[in-house]
């Protein structure tokens, strides 16, 4: 059915828990749908290199005053505009148990998922097996309202590359671990990559892990001639671990 508004139009009408199988290599448009049950989006052919596409021009959001369990995108290509989209751009109060990136291509945003508003809880921020790549300022994950909080942050057997920001947050966090990942022209020069900018709420109480992962420089995307980045703001009672990680000569923090 080519319709591109044929997921935005059936997601009000799928039950609790729905699994939405999505064509490969058709256009699908995120439409500003609120989520306000768990659901699983994913490719009706997870062997299909040609994955399903969301167009994020009009970006996800979730439901005023829900509660969901989880929403799963699995074998999804998302793009948008670099100047200005998102995945999922949050301005209400929720309580989300997970968000979760499997074997997906996110490309060209301003963002993956920013919280701008409200207050709530994202329990666990899950990407996996997934590439990402071109993405503007407000970087991987942006928890922008100090009412907001996202305890769990884990990124396993993915590549991260020409994002201009990485993680920021407002509030504390419970956990961070990145495991197995290659992280490639992240942040912008000069940028913070691991930036919990809020005093008195600045921290990863359970810690930051990196382990078996592969790190090289900053994105000089202004051709200024320097990578230097800038590692950390805040964070000072958070302990960092490092395991089986490696980093390029050009690994530079300024």
């Not at 609120?34 to 994020?56: G, H």
Request: charged letters at 20%; aromatic letters at 10%.
């Amino acid at each position: 059915i080519d319709n591109a508004n044929i997921l935005v139009d059936t997601l009000p009408d799928v039950p609790d828990g729905a699994i939405v199988l999505l064509e490969p290599g058709m256009v699908y448009n995120a439409g500003g749908h609120a989520f306000d049950k768990s659901v699983t989006l994913k490719s009706s052919e997870a062997s299909n290199l040609m994955l399903p596409k969301i167009d994020c021009a009009s970006n996800f959001n979730f439901a005023d005053g829900g509660t969901v369990d989880s929403i799963i995108f699995m074998n999804i290509e998302f793009f948008g505009e670099y100047d200005a989209r998102y995945v999922l751009n949050a301005d209400v109060s929720a309580t989300v148990g997970e968000l979760r990136f499997d074997n997906c291509d996110i490309h060209d945003l301003r963002g993956v998922v920013r919280i701008k508003d409200g207050a709530g809880t994202l329990d666990s921020y899950t990407i996996m097996n997934s590439t990402l790549d071109s993405i503007r300022d407000y970087g991987i994950l942006t928890v922008d309202k100090n009412t907001w909080m996202c305890n769990n942050i884990m990124f396993k057997n993915s590549t991260f590359s020409k994002t201009r920001a990485f993680l920021t947050s407002r509030n504390n966090s419970t956990s961070v671990v990145i495991d197995g990942c290659t992280i490639s022209e992240v942040t912008a020069t000069g940028q913070r990559m691991f930036r919990w900018r809020e005093s008195g709420q600045d921290n990863v109480t359970g810690g930051i892990m990196i382990k078996n992962t592969f790190w090289s420089h900053g994105w000089d995307e202004e051709n200024s001639g320097s990578t230097g980045i800038d590692g950390f703001d805040g964070l000072g009672e958070t302990n960092w671990t490092f395991e089986n990680t490696y980093s390029t000569n050009a690994l530079v923090f300024a």
